[in-house]
């Protein structure tokens, strides 16, 4: 199965039938790739699972064309849900919901609640118009990568993760480079279930009150544990004081050119060891991230030390993901 051009319109069909047919199609999102199959359809999920090697007590989110559409899944949008869908959506958020009995089990994890999104990519808008005009009512697509590894951000990392067999329509690379911002609007308050790239506090104004963390003590869904997101090689965070302590350790341990740095301060070249610059802008960050982990991996690094980010909260996404993936 060649990859096909996302901005083709035959190849939207083409995908858009396969996925009518029940089959899997991965395409782009301003995220991050997604690994699509019917939401409508259990059996159609059930091979997600599969290929991905997903638990399949996993919940995926269930993207839509829109607001409109979200209720083939959901009972009804709450107004928090109301107020968040319309001011960021077609985007990079995710609304939980109670989910509509008898529609989207197998998606949903079978939680009675589901995760819906609405993208804001001109391909997977294509992709989910043209489904939905075969009577595809929305579609579920986890992170297009084997379980617990680092998301796609090109079409080439999909090919990466999956080979040929798949269909992936290419829609360059992914202009957000993080999961979308995960908002639970089941309970009285809004919960903040994973930060992307939506500021807090734009999130906070549209909602008109703040945005619970988390609690420690609520059961975690599955999906949400705390190592995801790793490349094959070690991941390490650093203060900025010890990058050069930490690197010259590494490079004695497995060679200077097995050491992988991502770092805003740039070391002195005699280190030897592969160096990327990050930059000062969390956006630009996000964009790149799993990109430049994915290469370290490529070169054949087995140890990345990753300058650890400010703690500020426009930086909570990209922190979010460093932590995840650093976490053995
Ligand atoms: O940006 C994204 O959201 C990407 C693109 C493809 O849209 N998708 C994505 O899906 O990141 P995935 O499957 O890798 O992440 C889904 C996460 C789950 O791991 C879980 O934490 C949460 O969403 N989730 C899904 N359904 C849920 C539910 N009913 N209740 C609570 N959390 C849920
Ligand atoms: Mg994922």
Known sequence: ?????????????????????GQLVAFPTE?????????????????????????PDHPLIVHVTDAAAAVAFAE??????????RNFWPGPLTVVVRRRSGVGAAAAGKLPTVALRCPDHPVAQALLHAARDRGVLGVAAPSANRFGRVSPTR????VDEFGVELMVLDGGPCREG?????????GEFPVLLRPGTLARNALEQVLGEPLQARHAASPRVPGSMASHYAP??????????????????????????????????????????????????PS????ELFAVLRWFDVQGVRQIWVEAPPETTDWDGVRD??????TP
Request: with cysteine; charged share 20%.
């Open 284 to 287: 630009q960050v996000a964009h």
């Open 31 to 55: 995220t991050v790739y997604g690994l699509g199959a019917r939401a409508d359809s259990d059996t159609a999920v059930s091979g997600i699972f599969r290929c991905k090697g997903r638990p």
């Open 178 to 186: 993080i999961e979308s911002t995960i908002v639970d609007c089941t």
């Open 76 to 85: 009804e949008l709450p107004p928090v849900a109301v107020r968040l869908t």
């Open 1 to 21: 199965m060649p990859v096909l051009r996302g901005d083709d319109p035959a190849a939207i069909m083409q995908a858009a039938k396969h996925l009518a047919r």
């Open 155 to 158: 079409a080439s990392h999909v």
């Open 232 to 281: 094959d090689a070690r991941v390490g965070l650093v203060q900025t004081d010890l990058i050069t302590t930490a690197v010259e350790a590494a490079a004695l341990e497995f060679g200077p050119r097995r050491v992988g740095v991502y770092s805003s301060s740039p070391l002195s070249p005699a280190a030897g060891v592969l160096y990327q610059p990050m930059s000062g802008n």
């Open 321 to 326: 993901r460093l932590q995840r993936a650093s």
